[in-house]
């Protein structure tokens, strides 16, 4: 017979632990979650009207040139007529034919939309910057959430990178285009993930519960 210390158990360093999707921390609810994201855009909206000051102004000067424009326009066409006033359709019929206006307001319009896009790509860029760099760095969460005890992590509990931070942040286009139902998603799953956040592999835990005060608590 052999001795029953001959069948040793694996040692602990030898097991594969593979850590479960609760080790992480229980889901984020929703409105936590909203008030976190809502603190983020209160701490970038700063950021964004010094950073966006300029092409914000050149859109503005560009919309008053417009506007001054076609009201000058409309002003000479009702003081040189000497009848009744002329009906809107006409007056639009009037414009279709006025070529060098049209010109001016088509090169007005392309400048002015040039400025849009370029501000819309901008804030879009410091957006991503803001939240990949916050969501992939040590802290796992962007002011906001870890201001309210929130984490992003991967579905085995572990820290995201870069790559899956951006994928996240490129995915919440998705939830907006949905109308809002895909952040929305995150309140009717069990599990708290948002459209993004089934995209990118990611989840919202709960790390440092919010503890309520003692005038909170019920009874």
Same mark, same amino acid.
């Given at each position: 017979?052999? &001795?029953?210390?001959?069948?040793?158990?694996?040692?602990?360093?030898?097991?594969?632990?593979?850590?479960?999707?609760?080790?992480?921390?229980?889901? $984020?609810?929703?409105?936590?979650?909203?008030?976190?994201?809502?603190?983020?855009?209160?701490?970038? $909206?700063?950021?964004?009207?010094?950073?966006? /000051?300029?092409?914000?102004?050149?859109?503005?000067?560009?919309?008053?040139?417009?506007? $001054? +424009?076609?009201?000058?326009?409309? =002003?000479?066409?009702?003081?040189?007529?000497?009848?009744?006033? &002329?009906?809107?359709?006409?007056?639009?019929?009037?414009?279709?034919?006025?070529?060098?206006? +049209?010109?001016?307001?088509?090169?007005? =319009?392309?400048?002015?939309?040039? #400025? #849009?896009?370029?501000?819309?790509?901008?804030?879009?860029?410091?957006?991503? =910057?803001?939240?990949?760099?916050?969501?992939?760095?040590?802290?796992?969460?962007? &002011?906001?959430?870890?201001?309210?005890?929130?984490?992003? #992590?991967?579905? /085995?509990?572990? /820290?995201?990178?870069?790559?899956?931070?951006?994928?996240?942040? =490129?995915?919440?286009?998705?939830?907006?285009?949905?109308?809002?139902?895909?952040?929305?998603?995150?309140?009717?799953? $069990?599990?708290?993930?948002?459209?993004?956040?089934?995209?990118?592999?990611?989840? #919202?835990?709960?790390?440092?519960?919010?503890?309520?005060?003692?005038?909170? /608590?019920?009874?």
């Amino acid at each position: 017979m052999k &001795p029953v210390g001959l069948y040793r158990q694996p040692t602990p360093s030898k097991l594969s632990v593979q850590a479960s999707p609760g080790d992480a921390g229980p889901p $984020a609810g929703f409105w936590r979650r909203s008030l976190a994201y809502g603190t983020d855009w209160l701490l970038l $909206a700063p950021i964004m009207a010094l950073a966006l /000051r300029r092409p914000l102004a050149t859109a503005w000067a560009g919309m008053r040139d417009l506007n $001054a +424009l076609l009201q000058d326009w409309l =002003l000479d066409r009702l003081l040189e007529g000497s009848g009744p006033m &002329p009906s809107p359709l006409a007056l639009a019929r009037t414009l279709m034919e006025d070529a060098p206006l +049209l010109a001016s307001v088509e090169a007005q =319009l392309l400048q002015l939309s040039l #400025v #849009v896009t370029q501000t819309v790509l901008f804030a879009a860029a410091l957006a991503g =910057l803001y939240f990949i760099a916050f969501e992939a760095s040590a802290w796992q969460a962007t &002011p906001g959430k870890r201001w309210l005890g929130l984490q992003v #992590v991967d579905l /085995r509990g572990a /820290r995201i990178g870069w790559a899956r931070a951006s994928a996240r942040f =490129l995915a919440g286009t998705l939830s907006w285009l949905t109308l809002n139902l895909g952040h929305a998603l995150a309140g009717w799953r $069990a599990d708290g993930r948002a459209l993004h956040d089934l995209v990118a592999g990611t989840r #919202v835990v709960t790390r440092s519960p919010l503890r309520p005060r003692s005038g909170d /608590r019920a009874g």
